[in-house]
């Protein structure tokens, strides 16, 4: 629809006009003389108004060098005209000066309606339009309007829409994208059909809304007391209905086709929402208004390519750091986010089940909310969540509805592979989108076996990256699979694709792999079948919804244990933490290791093991890690580096390849580290060699880490803090909140001084 412009040349302030004359002089008009003033851009500019008064304060403020009421005497010799007066007197104008025009001349606009503007364009000059003409419309303005409200910056870090036609020159469009991206502004290219109607939704059905509820209540006998208490809401909205009135008719009737459209669609979704209440419908109601709060998050989000939670946003300009001081202690009893593997999975499986499914202890970091995101675009009802609560509304295996664009991923990983296996048993057609970091994520492995189901799917580029497209109306067939190479989000993925296929689906592991989905699908009442390393569902049955409590998070747990281990006099416990026996690598690892680690208070919580983890301080000797092991802990190997760096001897992990296809490459990101802090290390194809620094004293230097934004290496050179003899800074951690958006309140709590820039 729409596409940034780029031009060739540098956007240094530098001449590129000899004149440039304005025909209107209001609030845009004169913020953008302004700018061309500022910038030096134009070596005379004069305006051509109906209000003497107006040319005369231009003058004074040194706006503008002349001025004319006739606009023929203004655009004689300008090589750029542009035009600032109401779209509607557009024809008229053009009509006046199209004889003094010169030939070589560019003519630019600056209306909210482009359709009109163009025909009026045509109207005066046929269907052959100088080559110079570039329709534009920059979004911005105010409340207040005419010259004296002119703003050098009133369109920094503001969209400008250029709508160039066949006709318009290369040259042209060149000189005025420059001209606005030297007012700050980020140009964008689109058609005019796609200006007027998207436009219409964005900007005159807002403003529309705004002057009839205004005029609405004033006619109401008690207005004055509507007025005398209304509350921030009303002003919020009602602000826009301040804005001119003769511009504002001019908008509605010059984009009429578009505006009543936008009026239609509008009304019909406000009779919906009159027929919910009428009928007492709180499901619908309720879905309905969390799927508009959460929309207006989400859209932000996939525009800006930005993390979901607002603390950890960042922008193509900022990124946020930890920086670390040395030493700490480490101790206390903490309470770690629930798991984010459950969590993804307690969505999924709760909006294709039938009835409401009520969770606890839900993981409120950034990949969950991608999943959560995905099914409110499907037309699942969910509410919250609020302090790890979530409620859905189920629709059944059936009930899914199509998207009503791509669906946004996010930085997740887990998100994408196992959705896609749901997508590609439904009668619609699907397109999965991300950040960009997960458009460097292999999604081949989840493809290849689903194709082998029937389903019809297509990645991107050689690597076989998103954007994953996905056809509906595929008819799915149950398969025998053997992985390849352990991984327990393809394994997922396949079988929930399989809840639709024909006959039984197999999967066989080479290792054992995290079990959540299997222990999920039989908490919602569907036979699993599991003999040693292979799984088998057979398609057709259906989910029955159920409650889920989401166990703490053993890999974000994972954190804080390695951070005990090595650290001396520590003594922490964490509180009911996950030890799904798929899960638990870690646990085996470091006790084999020397760490010295206890689990209390074991119990089941929604299908899951948990138990209080207690880690005390002790000497860690390095090992050769069990390749059974591997798989079991595939997640938690960044930190447990930093383990192996403050261990006796030698530590080696062979096996572990897939660490190199992770949010980064695990293997080399944490090598670069790791020797810039001074340790000794040799990444290999498939693992690490570490020569442990030992238990006592410091083992880490000062330095600067690049986690080139992966939130499992930013948070293990943190804790790496606890045994350095220097601050260490952490750069690119805004992605933290993807998995544990507290991670650093609990650091400061048990002793690590962390702070966040």
């Known amino acids: ?83 600032a007066m109401p779209v509607g007197a557009t024809e008229a104008v053009l009509r006046l000066i199209a004889s003094s025009i010169r030939t070589d001349a560019i003519i630019t606009d600056v209306g909210s309606t482009k359709g009109n503007v163009v025909q009026a364009a045509i109207n005066v000059f046929g269907d052959q339009l100088p080559s110079g003409f570039v329709p534009a419309h920059p979004i911005a303005g105010a409340e207040k309007s005419g010259v004296m409200a002119g703003k050098v910056d009133l369109f920094r870090h503001h969209k400008v829409i250029v709508t160039p036609l066949d006709s318009t020159s290369v040259e042209a469009l060149e000189k005025v994208t420059m001209m606005w991206k030297s007012a700050g502004a980020d140009v964008l290219k689109m058609t005019v ?62 984009n009429k086709k578009a505006i009543l459209a936008a009026i239609d669609g509008f009304t019909g979704q406000l009779q919906q929402l009159k ?43 900022t990124s946020q750091q930890f920086i ?33 499914t009520y969770v606890t202890g839900f993981l409120e970091g950034e990949d969950a909310l991608a999943t959560l995101q995905a099914f409110r675009d499907m037309g699942v009802v969910i509410t919250d969540p609020k302090n790890g609560e979530v409620t859905i509304h189920g629709v059944g295996l059936q009930g899914l509805k199509p998207p009503k664009g791509a669906l946004y991923m996010g930085n997740s990983g887990t998100t994408t592979r196992l959705i896609s296996g749901i997508l590609s048993a439904q009668p619609f057609d699907t397109v999965l989108t991300g950040d960009p970091s997960l458009t460097k994520r292999p999604m081949e492995r989840i493809a290849k076996p689903l194709r082998l189901m029937g389903a019809k799917i297509q990645t991107t580029g050689e690597k076989g990256t998103p954007p994953i497209s996905i056809s509906g109306g595929q008819a799915l067939q149950g398969i025998d699979y053997l992985l390849p190479m352990a991984s327990a989000q393809v394994k997922s993925g396949i079988l929930l694709a399989a ?66 281990a090595i650290t001396a006099n520590s003594n922490v416990v964490l509180r009911q933490v996950g030890i799904n026996p798929t899960r638990t690598g870690v646990l085996e690892i470091l006790k084999q290791m020397g760490a010295n680690i206890s689990l209390e208070n074991q119990a089941m919580a929604g299908g899951e093991p948990v138990a209080d983890i207690r880690i005390q301080a002790g000497t860690l000797k390095g090992i050769h890690i069990p390749e059974d092991q591997v798989p079991l802990a595939i997640d938690e190997f960044p930190a447990l580096f930093i383990a192996a760096a403050c261990a006796e001897g030698r530590t080696v992990l062979t096996g572990a390849a897939e660490l190199r296809v992770k949010e980064s490459d695990r293997i080399q990101v944490m090598a670069d580290g790791l020797r810039i802090l001074g340790v000794d290390c040799t990444p290999t194809e498939d693992g690490m060699i570490i020569e442990g620094k030992g238990s006592q004293g410091a083992v880490f230097g000062s330095g600067t880490i690049e986690s080139h934004h992966d939130h499992r290496i930013a948070m293990s050179f943190a804790i790496a803090g606890l045994r350095a003899s220097g601050v260490i800074t952490i750069n690119g951690t805004e992605t933290v909140a993807t998995s544990f958006p507290n991670f650093t309140v609990l650091a400061q709590q048990a002793g690590l001084t962390i702070g966040v820039k």
Do not use: C
């Open 1 to 83: 629809m729409s596409e940034p412009v780029t031009i060739a040349q540098d956007l240094t302030q530098k001449v590129i006009f000899d004149k440039v004359a304005f025909i209107g002089l209001g609030l845009i008009g004169s913020s953008l003389a302004r700018v061309l003033r500022a910038n030096h851009l134009a070596r005379q500019i004069v305006a051509s108004t109906r209000s003497q008064t107006t040319l005369d304060q231009a003058q004074t403020l040194g706006v503008i060098d002349a001025g004319f009421s006739d606009p023929i005497e203004a655009v004689k010799d300008a090589d750029l005209i542009v035009l």
């Open 193 to 254: 059909a796609d200006h007027d109607e998207i436009l219409a939704h964005t900007s005159h059905l807002p403003h529309l809304l705004a002057f009839n509820l205004v005029d609405q209540l004033a006619s109401r006998a008690d207005n004055l007391d509507i007025f005398r208490f209304a509350a921030g809401g009303f002003r919020d909205f009602t602000r826009i209905a301040a804005s001119d009135p003769q511009m504002w008719h001019d908008i509605f009737l010059a």
């Open 275 to 317: 027929s919910l209440i009428e009928h007492d419908d709180s499901t619908s109601l309720i879905g309905t208004l969390t799927r508009a709060q959460a929309a207006r998050t989400h859209f932000t989000h996939m525009i800006e390519k930005t993390p979901y939670l607002e603390s950890a946003m960042s922008n193509s300009t």
């Open 324 to 356: 670390v001081q040395p030493g700490g202690t480490m101790s206390g009893t903490l309470t770690i986010p629930g798991d984010k593997s459950v969590s993804h999975r307690s969505i999924m499986l709760g909006a294709l089940a039938e009835g409401t």
């Open 499 to 564: 809840l639709w296929a024909k006959g039984k689906t197999t999967v066989t592991e080479p290792e054992p792999t995290r079990d959540h989905t299997e222990r999920m699908l039989t908490a919602f009442g569907y036979p699993v079948s599991v003999d040693g390393n292979k799984v088998t569902i057979e398609g057709g049955g259906k989910l029955t919804a159920t409650n889920i409590q989401v166990p703490a998070d053993i890999s974000s747990a994972t954190f804080f244990m390695v951070a005990a």
